[in-house]
């Protein structure tokens, strides 16, 4: 956190107070707007770096940026951060009102990810993946989304 001479807070540029991430307990990540600090947690391979991902999505409106990190996330080597990065990828489909050819490219793979989402955990990864199609096709006009999610079922 940046500080002024006089000890005050020096706003970001909307203005907003910079936010003290709480990394360890993840408490407060759902603040996380900066794509620098979702990069630095994940270069520090930080356990909430997902969390923080969600939260950058709701948060900055920079889509290209938005969506390079859920890309990243998308490959985590880590199957809670792979779960989180695609309910990111819904969140950007709503709010953002698109998603791009990597995201899809990493998606469809995913959907054949049998990775449980967390140690003795029944769900794995490739369910969240089912459930991100099947917002992507509620979110996004047909004409933006390649013929396979247009034509997915969950069977």
Known sequence: MIYAAAGDPVPDRDGAEPVDLDWERGGNLNRCREVGDVDAAFDRSEEHVGVALIALVHNNTDTDAVLSRVARGLRSSNPETRRQSLLALMHAARLH???????????????????????????????????????????????????????????
């Open 97 to 155: 009102g698109r998603v791009d050819s990597i995201t899809l490219e990493l998606l469809h793979g995913l959907l054949h990810d049998c990775t449980p989402v967390s140690v003795g955990s029944p769900y794995q990864v490739r369910g969240t993946a089912a459930q991100t199609v099947g917002d992507l096709q509620a979110f996004l006009p047909p004409e933006q989304l390649p013929a396979w999610v247009n034509h997915f079922t969950d069977t």
